[in-house]
């Protein structure tokens, strides 16, 4: 099962103009019907991706995004993880010996808790973190 990063939800969205290795990813899992989650902070780092468009005028792609932002919101719904007081704890272990990425340190903390593996472009960013971590971008 899969703990979907943001580089990888927002490549999806590119859709044929996608990474292939990303495009593969997601075909996978959705064939053979393997778990994939979203971390709360995605979603959180989603809307900022909505408010910095807005701030900056550009209001009609922020309106696409921000359409796309409720669809993601409503078709994972459920298999959006929350981080709760046990992530916290996990968390905090992490970022004892480097306290750099907090935000990925936390999606980190969730698939340790959930026993997931993270999907990212930034598999350096969970160095050391000891999750199970799988690039799409790079094709096997």
């Known amino acids: 099962m899969y703990l979907i990063d943001t580089n990888v939800i927002s490549e999806i969205r590119k859709d044929k103009r996608a990474n292939r290795g ?8 959705t064939e053979t019907g393997v778990g994939v ?3 709360v ?4 780092e989603l809307r900022a991706g909505v408010e910095n468009l807005k701030n900056r005028g550009e209001n009609r792609q922020a309106k696409q995004l921000e359409k796309w932002l409720a669809q993601i919101c409503e078709q994972y719904g459920e298999h959006i993880l929350g981080f ?4 916290a704890q996990v968390w905090g272990k992490l970022m004892s010996p480097n306290n750099q990425h907090s ?5 980190a903390a ?6 997931l593996t993270v999907v ?4 350096n ?3 050391g973190t000891g999750v199970r971590l799988e690039n799409p971008f790079v094709l096997n």
């Not at 902070?41 to 959180?44: E, K, L, P, R, Y």
């Not at 709760?84 to 992530?87: A, I």
């Not at 969730?110 to 026993?115: N, P, S, V």
């Open 84 to 87: 709760d007081v046990e992530c």
């Open 125 to 127: 960013d969970f160095t």
């Open 110 to 115: 969730i698939a340790l808790i959930y026993d």
């Open 22 to 29: 990303v495009q593969f990813f997601w075909r996978t899992v």
């Open 41 to 44: 902070q995605v979603m959180g």
């Open 37 to 39: 989650y979203l971390p």
């Open 103 to 107: 935000i990925d340190k936390q999606i």
């Open 120 to 123: 990212t472009r930034n598999v």
